[in-house]
């Protein structure tokens, strides 16, 4: 058995030979920005692979995220609802929205927000808020249905920052759900981002923000944007990436299954996120009790095994944000530091995996310690 190191993450981007197909295509066009003919078609076959009948390509996640809020977002209002265990991009995103993130908890199971964690909040803000921005855990698929009830139920409009999910997408509606197409997710191109929904209008005016506020072509600016585009040369990326995804998802799928046979087999105190396997990523997750991480943490490092808390300990604890109201973080501060990132990449071998999950602490049925999860079942979370 190998006791090289194990880093956390590979990326995986298609190769120059799988590329160059389109980048020939570039040489004959010879448009290299600017909506070119790569640029058209990566939108449309990333429209149809997640559902969705509108797409705009922005720059980066982040981009898309602002720009989705600056047209959403209720005129006159300031306040962004938004849980504060995300990766801290979604939170710059809300102030580069002109908004003021206000961090709430998660649900301790699903790892997200929920419209009745909102719900309760509300009536404590000193405003309505403006929009309500809900965070896909990791990749796991977003609940459209139920946002689409708030939203039509309270009149606040909802936001969903997508990051990781572009695989687990389907059947998008009308709310703006925005992913990232940075080279450490499932569809990677190195750098970029979508806004994906079915609303043509929106569309128009979200793309149109890419393009200085241009709608039409006498180049006038009708409202304010930047440019927010990505290059024929990153299309071209995206395009090859698309061609080779049904077996990248296929490899991440078999990891993130060898994680869970192994965890079962040997009887771990330890879980993968709920649903991992069904639904992918490149961010995977062992999420363990309290009191087991600092010793999981130490056997991970003496190990050579690289780890990652992907989102840190909650967006409220970054000096950036200190000033920003948060209400009730009580499962993500002890949530949190449970969910450790493992590596999870086409670089490991069975032997690497057994080492890894080693790592883990293993179940004692004289212990009576229920999860954090259950604690709060118990006790009834939406009380909380």
């Not at 959403?72 to 962004?80: D, I, N, Q, T, Y």
């Not at 771990?268 to 009191?291: C, F, H, K, Y």
């Not at 590596?343 to 883990?360: E, K, Q, T, W, Y």
């Amino acid at each position: 058995m190998s006791n090289l190191p194990i880093k956390v993450l590979v990326p995986l981007l298609p190769s120059t030979h799988q590329i160059e197909p389109y980048f020939r295509k570039i040489d004959v066009t010879r448009t290299y920005s600017n909506f070119g003919p790569l640029a058209t078609e990566f939108a449309k076959r990333l429209g149809k692979l997640a559902g969705a009948a509108s797409v705009t390509l922005t720059s980066n996640g982040t981009s898309a995220i602002e720009i989705a809020l600056r047209l959403k977002a209720l005129p006159g209002r300031k306040l962004c609802v938004m849980p504060s265990f995300t990766f801290v991009a979604s939170a710059h995103a809300v102030c580069n929205g002109g908004l003021t993130p206000v961090f709430v908890d998660i649900d301790p199971v699903s790892l997200v927000l929920t419209p009745e964690i909102v719900e309760r909040v509300l009536p404590q803000l000193p405003e309505q808020p403006a929009a309500v921005l809900v965070i896909s855990a990791f990749g796991a698929p977003i609940d459209q249905q139920v946002w689409a009830q708030f939203q039509s139920r309270t009149g606040i409009p909802v936001v969903f920052d997508a990051a990781a999910a572009i695989s687990a997408l389907s059947n998008v509606g009308n709310l703006p759900v925005c992913v990232s197409l940075h080279a450490t997710k499932v569809l990677g191109i190195g750098e970029g981002g979508a806004i994906l929904n079915s609303d043509a209008e929106f569309e128009q005016r979200a793309t149109a923000m890419t393009g200085f506020g241009f709608m039409g072509m006498e180049r006038m600016s009708a409202i304010r944007g930047g440019n927010y585009r990505i290059s024929e040369y990153a299309a071209a990326v995206g395009l090859a990436a698309l061609d080779v995804l049904p077996a990248k998802i296929e490899m991440l799928r078999n990891v993130a299954l060898a994680y869970r046979t192994r965890l079962e087999a040997t009887e771990r105190r330890a879980r993968l996120q709920a649903g991992a396997g069904d639904w992918v990523t490149m961010s995977l997750n062992i999420i363990v009790e309290s009191e087991d991480v600092e010793a999981t943490l130490a056997r991970l490092d003496a190990q050579e095994i690289q780890w990652r808390h992907w989102w840190g300990l909650g967006c409220h604890r970054h000096p950036a944000f200190a000033d920003c109201p948060s209400f009730g973080l009580e499962v993500t501060d002890k949530l949190a530091p449970t969910v450790i990132g493992v590596p999870c990449h086409d670089g490991l071998s069975d032997d690497d995996l057994d080492r890894i999950v080693a790592c883990f602490p293993q179940r004692n049925y004289n212990d009576s310690t229920s999860s954090f999860a259950d604690e709060l079942s118990e006790q009834e979370v939406t009380a909380l």
